[in-house]
């Protein structure tokens, strides 16, 4: 059993920055891809970063240059979050997949961790 768990979270003003990291545990060797979701209340849950490896990645267009997903290793993965929005908030999810190089195809799901920033 996989377990994927958040930190990072947590309130903060407009324009500053903070931290998500994603720890996997459990029986597997490594992940594939990693991403990070965030769902806004009432909204759909929309995929923010994702890495492929160690080397591709890809971002939803708000936060591009703003955010960066990166890893650690292959059970870990970061989501650095610069100059933060009233509207970047959120719960944040880490995904993972054992093997597919699309998260959209996620094999574990983190519980979430939130991400409030005032105006």
């Known amino acids: 059993q996989v377990q994927l768990v958040e930190s990072g979270g947590g309130l903060i003003e407009a324009g500053g920055s903070l931290r998500l990291s994603c720890a996997a545990s459990?029986?597997?060797?490594?992940?594939?891809?990693m991403g990070w979701y965030r769902q806004a209340p009432g909204q759909q849950r929309e995929l923010v970063a994702s890495?492929?490896?160690?080397?591709?990645t890809d971002y939803v267009d708000s936060v591009k240059g703003r955010f960066t997903i990166s890893r650690d290793d292959t059970k870990t993965v970061n989501l650095r979050m610069n100059s933060l929005k009233p509207e970047d908030t959120g719960v944040y999810y880490c995904?993972?997949?054992?093997?597919?190089?699309?998260?959209?195809?996620?094999?574990?799901w983190g519980q979430g961790t939130q991400v409030t920033v005032s105006s």
């Open positions: 459990g029986t597997i060797d490594g992940l594939r891809a």
């Open positions: 890495i492929v490896g160690f080397g591709r």
């Open positions: 995904a993972a997949t054992a093997y597919l190089d699309d998260v959209n195809h996620a094999d574990y």
